[in-house]
């Protein structure tokens, strides 16, 4: 898990896909936080994204860096910890001008049954399951 941290931090942008109805939806996404054994991404509430994901948990994520590239899929559950919270949006300073870990909105979500692939141009796929 932490070397799919590392990728996607270095990253800065991934691309998060959901599912709306049987229509995909694709966005650029940047939070990503370790917190408690387990991956995190944070998004609002007022988003059609936060409703996608609790309509149907199953995302996948893509970056791409230096000829090298990843995806990952799994299921997101949901954090209502105000500590997770936390945790994010003390990672990401920049986004307390937005979010609070009291405000209502703010919410993140952690994979479960993660699969990660690490691609290259000639390279041999990696897999990392968490």
Not at 57 to 75: C, D, H
Not at 103 to 123: C, K, M, R, W
């Amino acid at each position: 898990m932490q070397e799919v941290y590392d990728f996607l931090k270095k990253c800065g942008t991934y691309y998060l896909a959901t599912v709306e109805g049987t229509e995909p939806k694709v966005r650029p996404f940047g939070t990503i936080n370790i917190f408690d054994g387990k991956l995190y991404i944070q998004t609002g509430k007022v988003k059609p994204t936060y409703r996608q994901i609790k309509a149907n948990p199953n995302v996948e994520i893509s970056a791409f860096i230096n000829g090298q590239w990843i995806r990952l899929k799994g299921k997101l559950v949901e954090d209502d910890r105000r500590e997770a919270k936390k945790s994010m949006l003390d990672a990401y300073p920049e986004l307390r001008g937005m979010y609070n870990e009291d405000d209502g909105n703010t919410v993140v979500f952690y994979f479960e049954d993660a699969v990660a692939t690490f691609y290259s141009f000639g390279g041999v796929p990696k897999e990392v399951r968490f």
